[in-house]
């Protein structure tokens, strides 16, 4: 089966529906056809502040909804990022090999840099891709699956493994990046034309996978739409309509125009009652697993234990190699 790669931030204690859709959906389709691997990336999560009590927490939450959400944690390998060390250690040497110029060009490091202030920006952040470069590479990954957000940072991982592979001799597969067009970005419902985030400075317009169906509810029923009325799918003009049909569209299994012609000549408050109805209808008893799962933190932990030895396993094969070829001196 082909590798996969692919991973979260641990960065809030749920995660929001953009993750939900834009990620695990594809994932959980895709475990079945490739030999999966899915991280929980806490290393990357430390890049921005983070209080130490809650991120702990947050990275059993962020597996439980991961295996709620239907990632099968026998079949694939689901582990802890800091679980395995060779992370930290390939992006040490994938940082030799990168220039200050092309790391600066990465717009979301830009757009963080510039929301947090040049005192909040640190070295961890600037250098945020090349350990994403490295969870990726370290597998031998063919395909990575992520967001619209995320496709930089795959480019640069790509032109890293050809450079090495280049100057130290064939190492690395060169991954392709995989983002499923219509779900690549879903935006805010407060601010419909930016994407939605974990970080966002505002919680208006986020659908957590957690929030009790009472909170989704007021959230989806006093989103943004626009006064023209129609329930069309026009992402130019009527962008917070456009990103309703999306989201109801994934999560029903329905064609937009299936929607569109049920919802003809009704008012944004009915697509809204429907939407309710599939975004509580399908995070319900995903929460309900969360807290049977997080119930049992051991049997969790061993799970994550069980996996990042695995992980390990792959990865340790890599980053021998890596340092060999690289002429680090082999311990004996
Ligand atoms: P993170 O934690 O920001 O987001 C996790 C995944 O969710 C996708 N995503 C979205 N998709 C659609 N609409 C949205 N509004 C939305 N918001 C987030 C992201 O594109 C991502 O796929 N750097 C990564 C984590 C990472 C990683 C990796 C991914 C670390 N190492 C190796 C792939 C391979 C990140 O910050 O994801």
Known sequence: KPRLYSGMQPSAESLQIGNYIGALLNWKELQKSHDAFFSIVDLHAITVAQDPALLALNTRRTAAQYIAAGI????????????????????WVLNTITGFGEASRMTQFKDKSTRFGADATTLGLFAYPTLMAADILLYQTSIVPVGEDQRQHVELTRDLAARFNSRFGDTFTVPEVAIVKETAKIYDLQNPTSKMSKSAESHAGVIWVLDEASVTKKKIMRAVTDADGGVVFDRENKPGVANLLTIYSVLANRTVQSLEDEYAGRGYGDLKKGLVEVVTGTFDPIRARVTELLDDPAELDRLLAVNAAHAAEVANATLATVFERVGLLLPR
């Open 72 to 91: 099968d944690p026998s079949a694939s390998t689901l582990y802890v990022q800091s679980h395995v060390a060779a992370h930290a250690q390939l992006a």
